[in-house]
């Protein structure tokens, strides 16, 4: 009775070790098939990011309400012969005139009088005084006296402290200068025609051409 005693507790341990390791491996491997799963199911949400981000991208010209200009010539003629050339590669461009500020220049001058015979005779006072002037004729300043238009404020700030200490009372101002310049105006739709190799090889053939961007309500301006 002892001995079959013995062999059931001897049993009864073997089968509680056997369980008890078939129960680990059991969770382990549910353990491992979970964290597959986690990680599959984490690629695939990066897989659908990556695809949202890639459709948020730009496609073709990200700004589609500027145009590319080529050109900035003086001369009306060069501009027509660029998009000649333009024509032949297949780009469509037309021809625009921009006027664009190349310097500002100050103006000093002596405001109107009531008439202009009085204007007239204040004139004549000047140059009696040895101080160089004319008579503005037409616009605003009509029946003004003009004492000269100076590159640089200072010059012109020189003028009216010297006139002012003969006693006139002097103005300054400021005077945009713009030049009038001609560009071929190429659409978005085109302007992926226009590389870098093109660019250079148009700059080869065309000395002063430059190439911008700006808006396309600038060209209704």
């Known amino acids: 009775m002892r001995w079959l005693f013995l062999g059931l507790i001897i049993i009864n341990v073997f089968y509680f070790l056997w369980s008890h390791q078939a129960t680990g491996v059991s969770e382990h491997g549910g ?39 080529l050109g900035g010539f003086s001369d009306d003629s060069v501009a027509q012969k660029l998009q000649q050339r333009l024509f032949s590669l297949d780009i469509e461009s037309q021809v625009a005139a921009l006027d664009s500020q190349v310097a500002v220049e100050y103006w000093v001058y002596l405001q109107p009088l009531p008439s202009r015979q009085a204007s007239v005779r204040q004139l004549k ?66 302007r992926r025609l226009v590389d870098e190799a093109l660019l250079k090889q148009l700059v080869g053939d065309f000395a002063e051409m430059q190439h911008l961007f700006i808006p396309r309500e600038k060209l209704t301006q």
Do not use: C
């Open 31 to 69: 353990r491992l098939v979970e964290t597959q799963s986690v990680m599959y199911s984490g690629q695939v949400e990066l897989l659908s990011e990556a695809v949202n981000l890639e459709n948020k991208l730009p496609k073709g010209d990200a700004a589609e309400g500027e145009v590319m200009l």
């Open 125 to 190: 006072e000047l140059q009696a005084r040895k101080i160089d002037g004319y008579l503005i004729t037409t616009g605003d300043l009509s029946n003004g006296i003009s004492l000269g238009m100076f590159a640089h404020e200072d010059s012109a700030q020189g003028v009216v402290e010297r006139m002012s200490a003969a006693g006139y009372e002097p103005s300054i101002k400021a005077v945009e200068r713009s030049q009038r310049l001609y560009w071929a105006v190429i659409e978005p739709s085109a």
